[in-house]
């Protein structure tokens, strides 16, 4: 049965998932291709357990090697009065912050250790509590959810914090006139009725309900004493009383999907407890009954999870086009061309045709003008889209699986013979160039190419992506046949799909709609992508009419494929991300968040590292005040420098937990693993499993990660761009002088 439902590539997962047995790791699958509506048929099955107190308890089992878990409640600001409007609202960010057991710092550390994300909503009729994590961290990903739920802390000075915060995202949901306009539209459908109620709440509620309140609605008092609330006095009380009221055993779901180790059973007993009728159902049993699997089953270690996704299968057509493909089975496919070409292989002259080019390619074809490939891509369903940057530029479609062929046949037309009529070259001229306005609104974006600019200048690096003004007002049609000539040949291609695909199929149809495609070059003319040559120095865009500066700081980083890629994704990880919004304050993990939050350095930073083929950027973004720039300055060079000299065995653990989560987490969904299937082709030759992957994380160690940072950071000349009122920002001599100590 499993080779008329699995297909070559999957079985092991499938198997997997069917039997939930390790020893299946080694079953072989046929070459059968399935339909359709076989797919459906070998999506897992959602199993569903319904505990003696009512809560219901369902999964599913996909073999992955991380999880999503949480508790969705049946309750929204449907079930809140006019006084209490915004009750769960306010409880949702109050649930976070600390439980009976565990403080804020510690619930906030444990999330961190495991690498997990922790996320709560509230709708209309529902509220949600899951965490995103590693399949073997399930058990004690339950039960930090049973204590949000159970026992939060809802202390007085929270409260008011977040009190704070929601009258502020009060304040920033009026500038999203959709939100507003559907609030209002709600408010007028059902006027006098509950439905007709905001999420977020009233200004007066948020300024003052109680803790009573939200405990109330979280226990088991009547719901006439909602009548109690006050318009002008959400306090602690009413967050007490809003708990009491609604947090029912039997109007909650415990769901789980993804794969998990299943070898903790009597963790399971003392997990979800949703009230001590749980824990008893659990023990009485002996089963875990989080899995609702028997007695005898073997379940799938984290390890053998790795070594069970799908292998990805590589052909090379006779023309140097390389198929691709992981099939793991969806209803669903993406499927795509990835070119390696983008503004790096550009002059100053045609820079920016590459993404006035992706523009053009949907504008019709010769074969299909606009309103039949529109009405073609819409008939199935499906979504066409594109995007450009420095190497890479792509050409996809998510569509069903069955659609895969019709898919493909598309893609072909709009990559080999796109029509790129004058009228629509210049409509889309206008479209790039009111782009390039709107760009100059987000900070960040030009603080980073300003950095390329500056760390990559005389060289191809420096180039923006959307290109110059000048350039998009000038280009013309011959310069982009021109330059889809040059670039957009056989060898250069990967067509590359993940889902529901049979790869003998695909590479089928890749012959017969891509085996015309051009290798060769006129007059052997071969593009050579040049060396790009990295500069210690700075760029200064002093604007002191912009409330916040933009600054980042980086040095030349490892190309991709360099060993030294994954000591610094480790470093980077360490140092992480911060942002004003955050919770955990002074307890977050990272010493730089930590000395962000206790001094008010910044509003956010991030740590980033751009990997190129050759060279890559390693640095820190961060937005601050115009009094801080200096100080958040020192601070950022100064973890740079302890990443150095001072890193521990605990920071590198909890480093590598956090970027194990990150890698499994970004390939969620079929376009983001087609999407690495084929930057991985373009840059290694071939895809990199995770098991390896995990098998490189591991083996960085506290030595390993100084000596490389030391290596890449230590006494190195940085990249400086800063936008905005940068007065305050040091020197260079100043800069460049902290990238070392002095030690006697």
Known sequence: MAASVCRAGSAVRRALVKARSPALLSVKCGQASVSYAQSLLGIPETQLTTLDNGLRVASEETGHATCTVGLWIDCGSRYETEKNNGAGFLLEHMAFKGTRKHPQS????????????????????????????????????????????????????????????????????????????????????????????????????????????????????????????????????????????????????????????????????????????????????????????????????????????????????????????????????????????????????NNGAGFLLEHMAFKGTRKHPQSALEQEVESMGAHLSAYTTREHTAYFMKALSKDMPRAVELLSEVVQSPALNASDLEQQRAVVLKELEEVQGSLQDVCLDVLHATAYQGTSLGHSVLGPTQNARSLSRQDLVEYMSSHYKAPRMVLAAAGGVHHSELVGVAKQHFSSLSFEYEGDAVPIMSACRFTGSEIRVRDDDIPLAHVAIAVEGAGAASPDIVPLMVANAMIGSYDITFGGGKNLSSLLARMAVEHDLCQSFQAFHTSYSDTGLLGIHFVTDRHKIEDMMHCAQNQWMNLCTTVTDSDVSRAKNVLKASLLSQLDGTTPICEDIARHILTFGRRIPLAEWNARIDSVTPKVLRDICSKYLYDKCPAVAAIGPVEQLPDYNRVRSAMYWLRF
């Not at 993406?334 to 983008?342: K, P, Q």
């Open 106 to 349: 510690a619930l906030e550390q444990e999330v961190e250790s495991m690498g997990a994300h922790l996320s709560a909503y509230t709708t209309r009729e529902h509220t949600a509590y899951f965490m995103k994590a590693l399949s073997k961290d399930m058990p004690r990903a339950v039960e930090l959810l049973s204590e949000v739920v159970q026992s939060p802390a809802l202390n007085a000075s929270d409260l008011e914090q977040q009190r704070a915060v929601v009258l502020k995202e009060l304040e920033e949901v009026q500038g999203s006139l959709q939100d507003v306009c559907l609030d209002v539209l709600h408010a007028t459908a059902y006027q006098g009725t509950s439905l007709g109620h905001s999420v977020l709440g009233p200004t007066q509620n948020a300024r003052s309900l109680s803790r009573q309140d939200l405990v109330e609605y979280m226990s088991d008092s009547s719901p006439h004493t909602l009548s109690l609330f006050s318009c002008r006095s959400l306090s602690r009380q009413d967050l007490v009383e809003y708990m009491s009221s609604h947090y029912k055993a039997p109007r909650m779901v415990l769901a789980a999907a993804g794969g998990w180790d299943g070898k903790s059973r009597k963790m399971a007993a003392s997990v979800c407890r949703a009230g001590s009728a749980v824990r008893r159902a659990l023990v009485k049993a002996r089963s875990p009954a989080l899995l609702s699997v028997k007695c005898g089953q073997a379940s799938v270690s984290y390890a053998q999870s790795l070594l069970g996704i799908p292998e990805t299968q590589l052909t090379t057509l006779d023309n140097g086009l390389r198929v691709a493909s992981e099939e793991t089975g969806h209803a669903t496919c993406t499927v795509g061309l990835w070119i390696d070409c983008g503004s790096r292989y550009e002059t100053e002259k």
